[in-house]
């Protein structure tokens, strides 16, 4: 039996903009996952609506753009504080929306705080790095370097990590000096809206911070199509990533894209198993499986291949998958009915394609409504399937054995994606030299999956254009100019 999740209001405003929430003709209606019941109504924008959002960001964005660091570390530092505040209700809001196990949705918050944090404190040093001096080779002439907001951008971020990775593109664009349209996901708006309404109390002037829910045809198309818009940032699939650079290429705007990934975790053959099994199951299932960075593809030396597939079915099935609201919960729900249909397709068509399934694959018999899968292991899965080459978002699995480092090397690396990978050995120089061999942004040896904010996110070949996180995320909404005058 679900418990009683927390009560919302029937409806919500959707639309943030000029520092006042705007009424809406058009409404979402949000869905608890683990349910499949109505949590709210959220107003939705459209095109008019965006092009007065990018109004008020572009009244807003000269002023802004001319304050010192100080002044915007200071209101960075109020946001994560409301974020502290607010910690419990939008852990809350994010098990609720999301379907996410509470102990999961707390690190979401957390790292929220943590990134504004930091790009506080870098907003810190920005007054006293300006107009530093560039040596040059000749005395005739002497060169300073400025960095300047790019202007105002538009932030597009996805439904699996509402409000990290608003916090990875946000922060770092008002610590730059840049005004901000964002638009969340239509399908996990609530912590962003809560989000935005402390964001409303943190001292940023009127029209810095403007929001607007709504659908991609209704809100993100004409936002990435607006001449106004210096920059796109966004987190999403690579079939929409595609269609978010062709509408910015019409304007010659800039474009950061944090797309899909498949990627590998290693399992070499001085691995120690138990520390595999976990990282395996961690890489693979944590928040269901709906992760760019999901370590999906699990390659296992051959001679540990019969003993750490034993352990491993064991450890997924003991995953204890339910409502995320319940103690000892593992793995909540896929996070809609389209996302867990489209992960029932790909089981499917991998068993029809004669994958071997070592356990999962169906709902867990105990749960009957809700959007839960058990987690899913394959075998024996072929190169060129689309379970092994596709990303699918959702708690599965594929596993397959090589015979040498170089093989592991080459099936790690055949893929278009390169986002991150995993090695695990008790062999340092052995899991070093495959860490550095990698196709990929992030390599984890022996670690879990932890991302830090100083460290920067992003991967090789269609993962990514650009990075986020660290002095590279402010970078990217930034541009340089050098000042030369004659001595």
């Not at 996410?100 to 907003?123: G, H, M, R, W």
């Not at 709902?363 to 092994?388: H, K, M, N």
């Not at 984890?444 to 254009?465: E, H, M, R, T």
Request: proline content about 5%.
């Amino acid at each position: 039996m679900l418990n009683t999740q927390p009560c919302l209001s029937e409806s919500r405003a959707g639309i943030y903009i000029n520092g006042q929430w705007q009424s809406a003709s058009e409404w979402l209606v949000v869905i608890n996952p683990a349910t499949e019941q109505a949590l709210a109504r959220v107003g939705a924008g459209n095109a008019a609506t965006v092009k007065l959002a990018v109004d008020a960001a572009s009244a807003a964005f000269p002023a802004w753009a001319q304050s010192t660091g100080a002044t915007r570390a200071r209101c960075l530092r109020a946001i994560a504080s409301g974020v502290q505040t607010r910690r419990q209700r939008l852990i809350q809001l994010q098990s609720s929306n999301s379907g996410k196990p509470l102990s999961e949705a707390a690190l979401d918050v957390d790292d929220v705080i943590s990134t504004f944090e930091y790009y506080a404190d870098l907003a810190d040093t920005m007054d006293a790095q300006q107009d530093s001096n560039v040596a040059l080779p000749s005395r005739d002439f002497t060169a300073r370097l400025r960095r300047e907001p790019c202007g105002v951008v538009g932030l597009i971020v996805p439904w699996n990590f509402p409000m990290v990775t608003t916090a990875w593109k946000l922060a770092p664009a008002l610590a730059a000096g840049c005004s901000v349209v964002l638009k969340p996901s239509e399908v996990t708006p609530l912590p962003e809206l809560e989000l935005a309404d402390i964001i409303a109390q943190s001292g940023l002037p009127a029209g810095v911070f403007n929001l607007v829910c709504g659908t991609g045809l209704a809100v993100g198309a004409p936002l990435t199509s607006d001449p106004r818009l210096a920059k796109v940032s966004f987190t999403g699939s690579n079939a929409v990533g595609v269609q978010v650079m062709q509408r910015a290429a019409e304007t010659l705007k800039g474009v950061s894209l944090e797309l899909g990934g498949k990627s590998s975790l290693l399992v070499l053959a001085e691995a120690d198993l138990e520390l595999a099994v976990e990282l395996a199951c961690a890489g693979a299932f944590f928040n269901a499986g709906q992760m760019c960075s999901a370590t999906s593809r699990v390659l296992v030396a051959e001679e540990l291949a019969e003993v750490f597939l034993q352990r491993l079915k064991a450890r997924a099935q003991a995953i204890r998958v339910g409502d995320p609201f319940t103690a000892g919960v593992e793995m909540g729900p896929l996070v809609n009915r389209a996302q867990y249909q489209r992960v029932r397709q790909h089981i499917a068509a991998g068993l029809q394609a004669g994958a071997q399934l070592l356990c999962g694959g169906e709902r867990p018999t105990e749960l009957a409504q809700g959007y839960f899968l058990q987690p899913t292991i394959f075998t024996d899965v072929a190169t060129d399937s689309a379970l092994w080459r596709e990303e699918i978002f959702g708690p599965v699995m594929c596993v397959r054995t090589f015979s040498s480092e170089d093989e592991a090397i080459a099936l790690a690396n055949d893929s278009e994606f390169g986002l991150v990978a995993s090695v695990i050995s008790r062999d340092q120089a052995a899991a070093e030299r495959v860490a550095n061999a990698m196709q990929a942004g992030l390599v984890w040896i022996n670690a879990p999956q932890v991302i830090f904010v100083q460290a920067a996110w992003g991967g090789y070949k269609q993962s990514s254009i650009g990075r986020e996180l660290g002095p590279w995320g402010l970078q990217a909404f930034q541009e340089i100019k050098h000042v030369i005058r004659a001595s």
